[in-house]
């Protein structure tokens, strides 16, 4: 019997390893997420919430789309230009400000929303925005110290984790 007893202590993960596994598991729901995206839709993830955006705000210039999607203007940039060679989204100068340019959905763009899978945004932040305050709050000061031991680059932050995977 000791050595049953020993045998279980010693198969059961040590908190670290429980937790890693935690994250890989959100780490690959994200990923299986963003493939079924890809496979169903015929585009990435970051690309797809541009669209719902775009789709939900007619008119919307690059600057509100980076801040929609939190992320680096020159990132919404480039993201915009591949749709627009994609025939999904168009740019046209509408204001009076001739610098601002206006993204509307164009129908090929409203067909790839169609064909793809809920939800747009990707299903981490679908289910970040599901959680009561305080559980955000937990985590965000959870992933803080996280990232401080890491001592990862926060700049990263505004990289979608599409673009990454």
């Known amino acids: 019997m000791p050595d049953q007893i020993q045998t279980d202590t010693a198969a ?5 390893t429980r937790v890693l596994r935690q994250f890989r598991i959100v780490f690959n729901a994200v990923k299986s997420h963003f493939r079924q995206v890809e496979r169903e839709a015929g585009v990435g993830g970051a690309q797809l919430w541009a669209l719902a955006v775009i789709q939900r705000t007619p008119g919307i210039g690059v600057t509100e789309l980076a801040r929609e999607l939190d992320i680096h203007q020159s990132t ?5 230009r591949a749709l ?3 025939g999904l989204v168009s740019a046209g ?9 206006a993204l509307r959905l164009l129908p090929p763009g409203e067909d790839v929303l169609k064909a793809a899978p ?3 945004t990707g299903v981490l932040p679908d ?3 599901s959680l009561d305050p305080a559980t955000l709050a937990r985590l965000e000061q959870d992933l803080g110290a996280l990232i401080t031991a890491l001592e990862a680059d926060e700049s990263a932050a505004s990289v979608m984790m599409s673009q990454q995977m």
């Open 84 to 86: 627009i060679e994609r």
């Open 127 to 129: 289910a970040l925005s």
């Open 76 to 80: 919404a940039s480039n993201l915009t």
């Open 12 to 16: 059961a993960p040590v908190p670290a």
């Open 118 to 120: 809920m939800p747009f």
């Open 93 to 101: 100068r509408e204001s009076l400000d001739r610098r601002t340019v």
